[in-house]
Protein backbone atom coordinates (compact mmCIF):
# COMPACT_ATOMS: atom_id res chain seq x y z
CA UNK A 1 0.00 0.00 0.00
CA UNK A 2 1.38 3.35 -0.45
CA UNK A 3 3.10 4.80 2.31
CA UNK A 4 0.33 8.31 2.35
CA UNK A 5 -2.29 5.78 3.01
CA UNK A 6 -0.44 3.74 5.42
CA UNK A 7 0.09 7.08 7.51
CA UNK A 8 -3.69 8.59 7.07
CA UNK A 9 -4.75 4.82 8.52
CA UNK A 10 -2.60 4.99 11.58
CA UNK A 11 -3.52 8.26 12.20
CA UNK A 12 -7.23 7.39 11.80
CA UNK A 13 -6.53 4.09 14.53
CA UNK A 14 -4.69 6.14 16.65
CA UNK A 15 -6.89 9.30 16.99
CA UNK A 16 -9.94 6.84 17.56
CA UNK A 17 -7.68 4.59 20.10
CA UNK A 18 -7.84 7.62 21.83
CA UNK A 19 -11.75 7.86 22.38
CA UNK A 20 -13.34 7.39 25.18
CA UNK A 21 -15.79 4.26 25.86
CA UNK A 22 -18.53 7.40 26.03
CA UNK A 23 -16.40 8.46 22.43
CA UNK A 24 -16.51 5.40 21.21
CA UNK A 25 -20.58 4.87 21.51
CA UNK A 26 -21.28 8.08 19.59
CA UNK A 27 -19.09 7.84 16.95
CA UNK A 28 -20.57 4.06 16.45
CA UNK A 29 -24.13 5.77 16.62
CA UNK A 30 -23.20 7.97 14.01
CA UNK A 31 -21.26 5.58 11.64
CA UNK A 32 -24.55 3.65 12.04
CA UNK A 33 -27.03 6.60 11.32
CA UNK A 34 -25.39 7.37 8.44
CA UNK A 35 -24.86 3.67 7.01
CA UNK A 36 -28.53 3.28 7.63
CA UNK A 37 -29.05 6.94 5.93
CA UNK A 38 -27.56 6.37 2.90
CA UNK A 39 -29.06 2.35 2.66
CA UNK A 40 -32.31 3.87 2.76
CA UNK A 41 -31.34 6.81 0.20
CA UNK A 42 -29.93 4.56 -2.58
CA UNK A 43 -32.82 2.14 -1.77
CA UNK A 44 -35.31 4.99 -2.46
CA UNK A 45 -32.73 5.71 -5.63
CA UNK A 46 -33.05 2.62 -7.02
CA UNK A 47 -36.99 2.37 -6.57
CA UNK A 48 -38.90 2.84 -10.01
CA UNK A 49 -41.08 5.26 -10.57
CA UNK A 50 -44.92 3.99 -10.85
CA UNK A 51 -47.33 5.13 -13.55
CA UNK A 52 -51.15 3.73 -13.55
CA UNK A 53 -51.80 1.12 -16.24
CA UNK A 54 -55.29 1.08 -16.11
CA UNK A 55 -57.86 3.32 -13.68
CA UNK A 56 -61.26 2.74 -12.73
CA UNK A 57 -61.31 -0.88 -13.47
CA UNK A 58 -64.03 -3.20 -12.78
CA UNK A 59 -62.93 -6.33 -10.40
CA UNK A 60 -63.02 -8.62 -12.83
CA UNK A 61 -60.55 -6.83 -15.42
CA UNK A 62 -58.44 -5.50 -12.51
CA UNK A 63 -58.30 -9.55 -11.21
CA UNK A 64 -57.06 -10.26 -15.04
CA UNK A 65 -54.98 -7.83 -15.60
CA UNK A 66 -53.65 -8.50 -12.20
CA UNK A 67 -53.06 -11.86 -12.93
CA UNK A 68 -51.20 -11.52 -16.61
CA UNK A 69 -48.56 -9.06 -14.96
CA UNK A 70 -47.75 -11.48 -12.10
CA UNK A 71 -47.75 -14.33 -15.48
CA UNK A 72 -44.78 -11.29 -17.02
CA UNK A 73 -42.98 -11.04 -13.60
CA UNK A 74 -44.07 -7.50 -13.52
CA UNK A 75 -43.98 -5.40 -9.99
CA UNK A 76 -47.47 -4.20 -9.97
CA UNK A 77 -49.41 -1.82 -6.79
CA UNK A 78 -53.00 -1.48 -6.58
CA UNK A 79 -54.75 1.69 -5.36
CA UNK A 80 -58.47 3.10 -4.77
CA UNK A 81 -59.37 -0.02 -3.87
CA UNK A 82 -58.14 -1.85 -6.29
CA UNK A 83 -59.25 0.13 -9.60
CA UNK A 84 -56.36 1.35 -10.78
CA UNK A 85 -53.04 -0.45 -11.35
CA UNK A 86 -49.78 0.88 -10.88
CA UNK A 87 -46.68 -0.55 -12.62
CA UNK A 88 -43.18 0.76 -13.06
CA UNK A 89 -42.98 3.48 -16.13
CA UNK A 90 -40.86 1.63 -18.48
CA UNK A 91 -43.11 -1.48 -18.42
CA UNK A 92 -46.71 0.75 -19.30
CA UNK A 93 -46.89 1.14 -22.86
CA UNK A 94 -45.55 -2.90 -23.37
CA UNK A 95 -48.41 -4.01 -20.88
CA UNK A 96 -51.28 -1.87 -22.18
CA UNK A 97 -50.65 -3.39 -25.63
CA UNK A 98 -50.74 -6.72 -24.30
CA UNK A 99 -53.72 -6.25 -22.27
CA UNK A 100 -55.25 -4.77 -25.65
CA UNK A 101 -54.42 -8.11 -27.46
CA UNK A 102 -56.31 -9.75 -24.83
CA UNK A 103 -59.21 -7.68 -24.95
CA UNK A 104 -58.63 -6.07 -21.39
CA UNK A 105 -60.08 -3.80 -20.09
CA UNK A 106 -63.39 -5.99 -21.20
CA UNK A 107 -66.32 -3.90 -19.05
CA UNK A 108 -65.67 -0.39 -20.22
CA UNK A 109 -68.57 2.05 -20.67
CA UNK A 110 -67.92 1.91 -24.25
CA UNK A 111 -68.12 5.69 -25.34
CA UNK A 112 -68.21 6.47 -28.76
CA UNK A 113 -65.96 3.93 -29.39
CA UNK A 114 -69.03 1.89 -29.62
CA UNK A 115 -69.90 3.67 -32.79
CA UNK A 116 -66.85 1.91 -34.52
CA UNK A 117 -68.41 -1.87 -34.10
CA UNK A 118 -71.59 -0.74 -36.41
CA UNK A 119 -72.23 -2.43 -39.06
CA UNK A 120 -74.12 -0.77 -42.18
CA UNK A 121 -76.94 -3.31 -42.20
CA UNK A 122 -77.58 -1.83 -38.79
CA UNK A 123 -80.97 -0.20 -38.58
CA UNK A 124 -81.96 3.30 -37.71
CA UNK A 125 -83.53 1.62 -33.75
CA UNK A 126 -80.13 0.53 -33.88
CA UNK A 127 -78.09 3.43 -34.42
CA UNK A 128 -80.12 5.14 -32.12
CA UNK A 129 -79.91 3.59 -29.35
CA UNK A 130 -75.81 2.78 -30.23
CA UNK A 131 -75.60 6.74 -30.20
CA UNK A 132 -77.21 7.29 -26.86
CA UNK A 133 -74.93 4.70 -25.20
CA UNK A 134 -72.29 6.45 -26.65
CA UNK A 135 -73.09 10.19 -25.19
CA UNK A 136 -73.90 7.93 -21.50
CA UNK A 137 -70.63 6.29 -21.42
CA UNK A 138 -68.18 10.08 -22.86
CA UNK A 139 -70.39 11.75 -20.27
CA UNK A 140 -69.98 8.76 -17.19
CA UNK A 141 -66.06 9.15 -18.32
CA UNK A 142 -65.97 12.71 -18.21
CA UNK A 143 -68.33 12.78 -14.79
CA UNK A 144 -65.49 9.84 -13.29
CA UNK A 145 -62.71 12.57 -13.74
CA UNK A 146 -63.61 14.60 -11.46
CA UNK A 147 -61.81 14.65 -7.79
CA UNK A 148 -63.65 12.85 -5.56
CA UNK A 149 -65.52 11.10 -7.71
CA UNK A 150 -64.86 7.74 -7.83
CA UNK A 151 -67.86 6.11 -10.71
CA UNK A 152 -70.59 7.30 -12.20
CA UNK A 153 -73.15 6.28 -14.56
CA UNK A 154 -75.82 8.52 -17.02
CA UNK A 155 -78.92 7.56 -18.13
CA UNK A 156 -80.77 9.77 -20.90
CA UNK A 157 -84.32 10.31 -21.48
CA UNK A 158 -84.03 11.50 -25.43
CA UNK A 159 -87.78 12.18 -27.27
CA UNK A 160 -88.32 10.69 -30.51
CA UNK A 161 -88.60 13.32 -33.18
CA UNK A 162 -91.85 12.84 -34.78
CA UNK A 163 -94.27 15.54 -37.19
CA UNK A 164 -97.25 14.66 -35.14
CA UNK A 165 -96.55 16.06 -32.33
CA UNK A 166 -97.23 19.49 -31.86
CA UNK A 167 -95.09 20.03 -28.98
CA UNK A 168 -91.99 18.39 -28.51
CA UNK A 169 -90.85 17.66 -24.91
CA UNK A 170 -87.09 18.58 -23.71
CA UNK A 171 -84.61 15.67 -23.14
CA UNK A 172 -83.99 14.97 -19.19
CA UNK A 173 -80.73 13.27 -17.76
CA UNK A 174 -80.36 10.94 -14.17
CA UNK A 175 -76.73 10.67 -12.76
CA UNK A 176 -75.55 8.50 -10.72
CA UNK A 177 -72.10 9.59 -8.65
CA UNK A 178 -70.54 7.13 -6.41
CA UNK A 179 -67.90 9.54 -4.44
CA UNK A 180 -64.62 8.31 -2.55
CA UNK A 181 -64.64 7.26 1.05
CA UNK A 182 -65.50 10.25 3.33
CA UNK A 183 -65.64 12.69 0.44
CA UNK A 184 -69.36 14.66 -0.41
CA UNK A 185 -69.78 16.89 -3.08
CA UNK A 186 -70.02 20.56 -2.93
CA UNK A 187 -72.87 22.88 -4.45
CA UNK A 188 -70.27 24.01 -6.95
CA UNK A 189 -69.09 20.54 -7.92
CA UNK A 190 -72.89 19.07 -8.12
CA UNK A 191 -73.82 22.45 -10.57
CA UNK A 192 -70.90 21.53 -12.65
CA UNK A 193 -71.92 18.10 -13.26
CA UNK A 194 -75.48 19.36 -14.21
CA UNK A 195 -74.48 21.92 -16.45
CA UNK A 196 -71.88 19.49 -18.22
CA UNK A 197 -74.63 17.05 -18.95
CA UNK A 198 -76.84 19.94 -20.04
CA UNK A 199 -74.72 21.34 -21.82
CA UNK A 200 -73.86 17.75 -24.10
CA UNK A 201 -77.44 17.38 -25.02
CA UNK A 202 -79.15 19.50 -27.13
CA UNK A 203 -82.21 20.90 -25.99
CA UNK A 204 -81.06 19.68 -22.34
CA UNK A 205 -81.99 22.69 -19.69
CA UNK A 206 -79.79 22.36 -16.19
CA UNK A 207 -83.12 21.81 -14.59
CA UNK A 208 -83.68 18.90 -16.70
CA UNK A 209 -80.90 16.78 -14.99
CA UNK A 210 -81.21 14.92 -11.74
CA UNK A 211 -77.96 13.84 -9.51
CA UNK A 212 -78.24 11.35 -6.81
CA UNK A 213 -75.18 9.63 -4.95
CA UNK A 214 -74.69 6.37 -3.68
CA UNK A 215 -76.35 6.89 -0.02
CA UNK A 216 -79.69 8.02 -1.86
CA UNK A 217 -79.44 11.35 -1.71
CA UNK A 218 -81.52 14.12 -4.11
CA UNK A 219 -78.48 16.21 -5.04
CA UNK A 220 -80.20 17.77 -7.93
CA UNK A 221 -84.25 17.27 -8.83
CA UNK A 222 -85.68 18.17 -12.44
CA UNK A 223 -87.31 21.31 -12.12
CA UNK A 224 -86.05 22.35 -8.65
CA UNK A 225 -82.55 22.35 -9.57
CA UNK A 226 -78.76 22.25 -7.53
CA UNK A 227 -80.70 24.06 -4.95
CA UNK A 228 -82.68 20.80 -3.49
CA UNK A 229 -86.20 20.26 -2.36
CA UNK A 230 -88.74 22.82 -1.65
CA UNK A 231 -88.03 22.99 2.31
CA UNK A 232 -84.43 23.48 1.49
CA UNK A 233 -84.74 26.37 -1.04
CA UNK A 234 -87.47 27.52 1.52
CA UNK A 235 -85.06 27.00 4.75
CA UNK A 236 -82.45 28.57 2.41
CA UNK A 237 -84.42 32.01 1.70
CA UNK A 238 -85.63 32.30 5.36
CA UNK A 239 -81.84 31.78 6.53
CA UNK A 240 -80.79 34.46 3.90
CA UNK A 241 -83.25 37.13 4.70
CA UNK A 242 -82.91 36.69 8.81
CA UNK A 243 -79.29 37.58 8.17
CA UNK A 244 -79.24 40.61 6.31
CA UNK A 245 -82.19 41.79 8.79
CA UNK A 246 -80.20 40.63 12.07
CA UNK A 247 -77.11 42.71 10.66
CA UNK A 248 -78.71 45.72 9.95
CA UNK A 249 -80.31 45.53 13.29
CA UNK A 250 -77.20 44.50 14.81
CA UNK A 251 -76.09 47.86 13.55
CA UNK A 252 -78.84 50.01 14.90
CA UNK A 253 -79.29 48.26 18.72
CA UNK A 254 -76.20 46.61 18.60
CA UNK A 255 -75.59 42.85 18.59
CA UNK A 256 -77.63 40.88 20.67
CA UNK A 257 -80.24 43.31 21.14
CA UNK A 258 -82.51 42.27 18.58
CA UNK A 259 -83.90 38.93 17.71
CA UNK A 260 -85.51 38.12 14.00
CA UNK A 261 -87.55 35.50 13.16
CA UNK A 262 -89.01 34.95 9.33
CA UNK A 263 -91.30 32.48 8.56
CA UNK A 264 -92.06 32.01 4.33
CA UNK A 265 -95.01 29.65 3.15
CA UNK A 266 -93.64 27.71 0.48
CA UNK A 267 -95.86 26.56 -2.35
CA UNK A 268 -94.64 22.67 -2.84
CA UNK A 269 -96.70 21.97 -6.09
CA UNK A 270 -94.68 22.69 -9.76
CA UNK A 271 -96.85 23.25 -12.64
CA UNK A 272 -96.76 24.78 -15.99
CA UNK A 273 -98.57 27.91 -17.02
CA UNK A 274 -99.52 28.86 -20.78
CA UNK A 275 -101.09 32.20 -21.21
CA UNK A 276 -102.58 33.54 -24.46
CA UNK A 277 -103.62 37.51 -24.48
CA UNK A 278 -104.84 39.49 -27.43
CA UNK A 279 -105.39 42.94 -27.33
CA UNK A 280 -106.30 45.47 -30.45
CA UNK A 281 -104.02 48.05 -31.06
CA UNK A 282 -104.48 51.84 -31.40
CA UNK A 283 -104.17 54.02 -34.34
CA UNK A 284 -103.55 51.23 -36.53
CA UNK A 285 -105.44 50.94 -40.27
CA UNK A 286 -107.02 47.92 -40.29
CA UNK A 287 -104.93 45.53 -42.88
CA UNK A 288 -108.09 45.36 -45.70
CA UNK A 289 -111.34 46.49 -45.72
CA UNK A 290 -114.33 45.92 -48.03
CA UNK A 291 -117.63 47.50 -48.70
CA UNK A 292 -120.77 46.56 -50.16
CA UNK A 293 -124.15 48.62 -51.00
CA UNK A 294 -127.16 47.42 -52.92
CA UNK A 295 -130.48 50.31 -53.84
CA UNK A 296 -133.77 49.45 -55.37
CA UNK A 297 -136.87 51.94 -56.10
CA UNK A 298 -139.96 50.77 -57.82
CA UNK A 299 -143.85 50.96 -58.06
CA UNK A 300 -145.70 47.51 -58.06
CA UNK A 301 -149.18 45.98 -56.82
CA UNK A 302 -149.82 46.51 -53.30
CA UNK A 303 -149.55 43.50 -51.03
CA UNK A 304 -152.66 41.22 -50.58
CA UNK A 305 -153.38 43.89 -47.08
CA UNK A 306 -153.37 42.28 -43.63
CA UNK A 307 -155.53 39.96 -41.53
CA UNK A 308 -158.89 41.77 -40.06
CA UNK A 309 -161.75 40.55 -37.94
CA UNK A 310 -162.62 37.39 -39.09
CA UNK A 311 -159.34 36.57 -40.81
CA UNK A 312 -160.41 38.43 -43.59
CA UNK A 313 -158.06 39.95 -45.56
CA UNK A 314 -157.34 43.51 -45.90
CA UNK A 315 -156.11 45.13 -49.11
CA UNK A 316 -153.45 47.27 -49.08
CA UNK A 317 -152.62 50.56 -50.93
CA UNK A 318 -150.57 50.91 -53.91
CA UNK A 319 -147.08 53.00 -54.02
CA UNK A 320 -143.40 53.20 -54.50
CA UNK A 321 -140.44 51.79 -51.87
CA UNK A 322 -137.31 51.91 -52.28
CA UNK A 323 -134.34 48.86 -51.08
CA UNK A 324 -130.93 50.10 -49.70
CA UNK A 325 -128.61 47.52 -48.42
CA UNK A 326 -124.66 48.32 -47.08
CA UNK A 327 -122.04 45.97 -45.68
CA UNK A 328 -118.56 46.79 -44.60
CA UNK A 329 -115.92 43.99 -43.68
CA UNK A 330 -112.83 45.38 -41.68
CA UNK A 331 -110.56 43.10 -41.03
CA UNK A 332 -108.10 44.76 -37.81
CA UNK A 333 -104.94 43.54 -36.84
CA UNK A 334 -104.61 41.84 -33.45
CA UNK A 335 -101.61 41.97 -30.08
CA UNK A 336 -101.19 38.41 -29.39
CA UNK A 337 -99.26 37.48 -27.00
CA UNK A 338 -98.38 33.59 -25.78
CA UNK A 339 -96.85 33.06 -22.49
CA UNK A 340 -95.44 29.98 -20.90
CA UNK A 341 -94.21 29.80 -17.63
CA UNK A 342 -93.03 26.62 -15.34
CA UNK A 343 -93.91 27.29 -11.90
CA UNK A 344 -91.31 25.53 -9.80
CA UNK A 345 -92.15 23.88 -6.22
CA UNK A 346 -90.82 26.45 -3.65
CA UNK A 347 -91.89 29.20 -4.62
CA UNK A 348 -92.68 32.06 -1.92
CA UNK A 349 -96.51 32.75 -1.68
CA UNK A 350 -95.79 34.57 1.67
CA UNK A 351 -93.37 35.85 4.56
CA UNK A 352 -93.90 37.32 7.61
CA UNK A 353 -90.83 38.80 9.62
CA UNK A 354 -91.18 39.28 13.52
CA UNK A 355 -88.43 40.92 15.35
CA UNK A 356 -87.86 41.44 18.93
CA UNK A 357 -85.71 44.37 20.53
CA UNK A 358 -84.71 44.78 23.64
CA UNK A 359 -86.17 47.48 25.80
CA UNK A 360 -83.00 48.36 27.51
CA UNK A 361 -81.89 50.06 24.33
CA UNK A 362 -85.01 51.09 22.47
CA UNK A 363 -85.58 54.21 24.23
CA UNK A 364 -84.37 56.80 21.56
CA UNK A 365 -86.14 54.25 18.65
CA UNK A 366 -88.56 55.24 16.52
CA UNK A 367 -90.96 51.82 15.65
CA UNK A 368 -91.75 53.32 12.65
CA UNK A 369 -88.60 53.93 11.24
CA UNK A 370 -87.32 50.45 12.09
CA UNK A 371 -90.45 48.57 10.99
CA UNK A 372 -89.71 50.52 7.54
CA UNK A 373 -86.11 49.35 7.37
CA UNK A 374 -86.96 45.54 8.18
CA UNK A 375 -89.57 45.52 5.66
CA UNK A 376 -86.71 47.21 3.16
CA UNK A 377 -84.45 44.39 4.06
CA UNK A 378 -86.71 41.25 3.93
CA UNK A 379 -88.24 42.22 0.80
CA UNK A 380 -91.60 42.52 1.85
CA UNK A 381 -94.38 42.71 -0.68
CA UNK A 382 -97.79 44.02 0.21
CA UNK A 383 -99.11 42.44 -2.56
CA UNK A 384 -98.46 39.13 -1.73
CA UNK A 385 -99.67 39.14 1.59
CA UNK A 386 -96.58 39.75 3.27
CA UNK A 387 -96.58 41.12 6.91
CA UNK A 388 -94.10 42.76 9.90
CA UNK A 389 -94.23 42.81 13.35
CA UNK A 390 -91.83 45.13 15.54
CA UNK A 391 -91.97 44.93 19.29
CA UNK A 392 -90.30 45.67 22.06
CA UNK A 393 -89.74 43.56 25.57
CA UNK A 394 -87.56 42.95 27.89
CA UNK A 395 -84.95 40.24 27.54
CA UNK A 396 -84.35 37.48 29.84
CA UNK A 397 -79.99 38.20 30.81
CA UNK A 398 -80.38 35.34 32.45
CA UNK A 399 -79.97 32.79 29.93
CA UNK A 400 -77.22 35.28 28.20
CA UNK A 401 -75.39 35.40 31.57
CA UNK A 402 -75.18 31.86 31.66
CA UNK A 403 -73.91 30.79 28.54
CA UNK A 404 -71.19 33.49 28.68
CA UNK A 405 -69.94 32.09 31.90
CA UNK A 406 -70.81 28.44 30.42
CA UNK A 407 -68.37 29.64 27.43
CA UNK A 408 -66.14 31.49 29.39
CA UNK A 409 -65.88 27.99 31.70
CA UNK A 410 -65.55 25.50 28.58
CA UNK A 411 -62.81 28.12 26.82
CA UNK A 412 -60.63 28.12 30.54
CA UNK A 413 -61.52 24.08 30.51
CA UNK A 414 -60.13 23.46 26.82
CA UNK A 415 -56.94 25.89 28.45
CA UNK A 416 -56.21 23.94 31.38
CA UNK A 417 -56.12 20.69 29.12
CA UNK A 418 -54.22 22.30 26.20
CA UNK A 419 -51.60 23.29 29.30
CA UNK A 420 -52.02 20.05 31.01
CA UNK A 421 -51.22 18.51 28.07
CA UNK A 422 -47.98 20.38 27.50
CA UNK A 423 -47.08 19.51 31.38
CA UNK A 424 -47.37 15.86 30.93
CA UNK A 425 -45.55 16.03 27.48
CA UNK A 426 -42.52 17.98 29.24
CA UNK A 427 -43.04 15.39 32.60
CA UNK A 428 -42.77 12.18 29.78
CA UNK A 429 -39.61 14.20 27.58
CA UNK A 430 -38.29 15.01 30.61
CA UNK A 431 -38.30 11.01 32.57
CA UNK A 432 -36.92 9.85 29.27
CA UNK A 433 -34.07 12.20 28.34
CA UNK A 434 -32.61 12.94 31.85
CA UNK A 435 -32.26 9.40 33.09
CA UNK A 436 -30.32 8.79 29.62
CA UNK A 437 -28.53 11.50 29.80
CA UNK A 438 -27.30 10.88 33.81
CA UNK A 439 -26.82 7.13 32.52
CA UNK A 440 -24.41 8.30 30.16
CA UNK A 441 -22.58 10.75 32.34
CA UNK A 442 -22.42 8.11 34.70
CA UNK A 443 -21.22 5.48 32.21
CA UNK A 444 -18.52 8.01 30.99
CA UNK A 445 -17.46 8.72 34.57
CA UNK A 446 -16.92 5.15 35.20
CA UNK A 447 -15.30 4.33 32.11
CA UNK A 448 -12.49 7.03 33.18
CA UNK A 449 -12.04 5.96 36.40
CA UNK A 450 -11.36 2.74 34.52
CA UNK A 451 -8.99 3.50 32.98
CA UNK A 452 -6.68 5.65 35.60
CA UNK A 453 -3.96 3.51 36.95
CA UNK A 454 -3.95 3.19 40.70
CA UNK A 455 -0.67 4.69 42.28
CA UNK A 456 0.41 3.45 45.71
CA UNK A 457 2.75 6.26 47.12
CA UNK A 458 3.75 6.48 50.77
CA UNK A 459 3.41 10.37 50.60
CA UNK A 460 4.37 10.84 54.37
CA UNK A 461 7.18 9.19 53.66
CA UNK A 462 8.55 11.53 50.82
CA UNK A 463 7.40 14.75 52.43
CA UNK A 464 9.31 13.66 56.11
CA UNK A 465 12.62 12.81 54.53
CA UNK A 466 14.98 15.41 55.36
CA UNK A 467 16.56 16.05 51.81
CA UNK A 468 13.50 16.92 49.94
CA UNK A 469 11.78 20.05 50.91
CA UNK A 470 8.35 20.61 49.94
CA UNK A 471 8.95 23.67 47.81
CA UNK A 472 11.81 21.22 45.63
CA UNK A 473 9.32 18.51 45.51
CA UNK A 474 6.97 21.15 43.61
CA UNK A 475 9.74 22.67 41.43
CA UNK A 476 11.22 19.24 41.17
CA UNK A 477 11.01 18.35 37.16
CA UNK A 478 9.10 15.02 37.50
CA UNK A 479 8.83 12.23 34.55
CA UNK A 480 5.48 10.68 34.05
CA UNK A 481 5.69 6.93 35.90
CA UNK A 482 5.98 4.33 33.69
CA UNK A 483 8.92 5.92 31.15
CA UNK A 484 11.85 5.47 31.78
CA UNK A 485 14.03 8.19 33.94
CA UNK A 486 17.69 7.16 33.19
CA UNK A 487 19.85 4.52 34.66
CA UNK A 488 20.98 7.13 37.93
CA UNK A 489 17.91 7.36 39.02
CA UNK A 490 17.32 7.06 42.38
CA UNK A 491 13.76 5.44 43.98
CA UNK A 492 13.02 9.08 45.59
CA UNK A 493 13.19 10.37 41.57
CA UNK A 494 10.61 7.64 41.05
CA UNK A 495 8.42 8.22 43.62
CA UNK A 496 8.62 12.00 42.82
CA UNK A 497 7.69 10.98 39.24
CA UNK A 498 4.94 8.92 40.52
CA UNK A 499 3.91 12.19 42.80
CA UNK A 500 4.08 13.95 39.56
CA UNK A 501 2.16 11.95 37.61
CA UNK A 502 -0.92 11.24 40.49
CA UNK A 503 -0.79 15.70 40.46
CA UNK A 504 -1.64 15.20 36.80
CA UNK A 505 -4.16 12.29 36.63
CA UNK A 506 -5.73 13.53 40.24
CA UNK A 507 -4.62 17.30 41.36
CA UNK A 508 -7.65 17.74 43.91
CA UNK A 509 -6.56 15.13 45.57
CA UNK A 510 -3.10 15.69 45.60
CA UNK A 511 -3.38 19.27 46.40
CA UNK A 512 -5.91 17.59 49.46
CA UNK A 513 -2.61 15.55 50.84
CA UNK A 514 -0.56 18.26 50.63
CA UNK A 515 -2.67 20.45 52.00
CA UNK A 516 -3.34 17.84 55.38
CA UNK A 517 0.60 17.26 55.34
CA UNK A 518 1.76 21.22 55.57
CA UNK A 519 -1.13 22.11 58.44
CA UNK A 520 0.23 18.16 60.63
CA UNK A 521 3.86 19.63 60.05
CA UNK A 522 3.35 23.37 61.56
CA UNK A 523 4.00 24.02 65.12
CA UNK A 524 1.52 23.54 67.43
Do not use: C
Not at 15 to 23: E, K, P
Not at 124 to 145: C, D, M, N
Not at 218 to 237: H, Q, W
Not at 342 to 367: C, E, F, K, Y
Amino acid sequence: MPAQVVSAWRRLTSAVGAFSIAQRTIALIGVAVLVLGIAALASWMARPTYTPLFSGLEASDANAIVEQLRTDGIAYELSEGGATILVPETDVYDQRLKAASNGLPGSSGGGYALLDDMGVTSSEFQQSVTYKRALEGELASTISALNGVKTASVRLAIPEETVFVSERNNPTASVFVETESGVTLSADQVQAVVHLTSASIDGMKPNDVAVIDADGMVLSAVGVGVSGSAGDRATDYEDRVRTAVQSMLDQVVGPGNASVVVAADVNYESAERVEESFTAPEDIPALNESSNRESATGSGQGSAGVLGPDNIAVPGEDGESTFITESTVRNNAVNKVTESRVIPAGSIDRQTVSVAINGAVAGGLDMTEVSALVAAAAGIDDDRGDAVTVEVVNFNQAGAEAAAEALAAAEQAAADDRQGALVRTAIIAIGLIVPFVLGLIVYARRSKRQERKPVDIDLTEILTAPTIPITALAAAPLELSGQPIGTDATAMDRKRADIRSLAETDPEKTAEYLRGLMDDRQPA
